[in-house]
């Protein structure tokens, strides 16, 4: 993806030609828990995750920032919180453009438009948050597969959920263990509530 094409550039007068754009290797962490956010990043090419910790010293995915998703935007007018809410990691060879905050909030104040798709794409990004809120509130694992599934139905408009993505990805979005979600998708299976193979999950029944 070119930097131009991204949403929080469209139909702005921004001079992006002197924004700074890097190349990261696989499995690179480039930002690391807590640590000070000093510019808004955007991807371009592969993704980001950003990883926690728990005490146990078990990691788990905490989001997932896409090709033309932005991260450090939410804090970047905070005074008290801007520290990254976790380690950043590269999963792929990735490209990021990285506006220092000083030069974004320039930018914001004189482009009126780029204002507006920046509010809108923060917005779309709370939305995300309380999907994920309310995804963390489901009592089982069941319940968290079921929210999910009736949530991507409401999106896909079909009962033929498409993964795209790999059962570990998935058990990272539902924040539950990889074994934890297969066997209780195998439950699921028997009890008739759906039928799955590696691609699709498919809702059989009339909820």
Do not use: W
Not at 104 to 111: E, R, S, T, Y
Not at 122 to 151: E, T, W
């Amino acid at each position: 993806m070119k930097l131009q094409d991204c949403k929080l550039f469209k139909n702005t007068r921004v001079d992006i030609n002197r924004i700074e754009i890097r190349d990261y290797p696989n499995n690179y962490s480039f930002a690391m828990e807590s640590e000070v956010i000093k510019s808004i990043g955007i991807v371009l090419e592969g993704r980001v995750l950003i990883k926690a910790y728990s005490l146990g010293g078990n990691n788990f995915t905490l989001n997932t920032i896409d090709e033309g998703q932005m991260f450090g935007d939410i804090l970047i007018f905070s005074d008290e919180h801007n520290g990254f809410p976790g380690t950043l990691m590269t999963q792929g060879k990735t490209k990021i453009a990285l506006i220092p905050n000083k030069v974004f909030k320039k930018f914001l104040f004189n482009d009126n438009d780029l204002l507006k798709n920046f509010l809108r794409l923060l917005s779309d990004k709370s939305y995300a948050l309380n999907y994920k809120s309310r995804l963390l509130g489901q009592d089982s694992v069941r319940d968290k597969i079921l929210f999910y599934l009736y949530h991507q139905k409401r999106i896909q408009k079909t009962r033929v959920i498409s993964l795209n993505m790999t059962k570990e990805e998935l058990a990272n979005q539902l924040f539950v263990q990889r074994p934890s979600l297969s066997r209780e998708l195998g439950r699921m299976k028997r009890d008739g509530l759906i039928d799955y193979d590696r691609y699709t999950i498919t809702i059989k029944n009339k909820g």
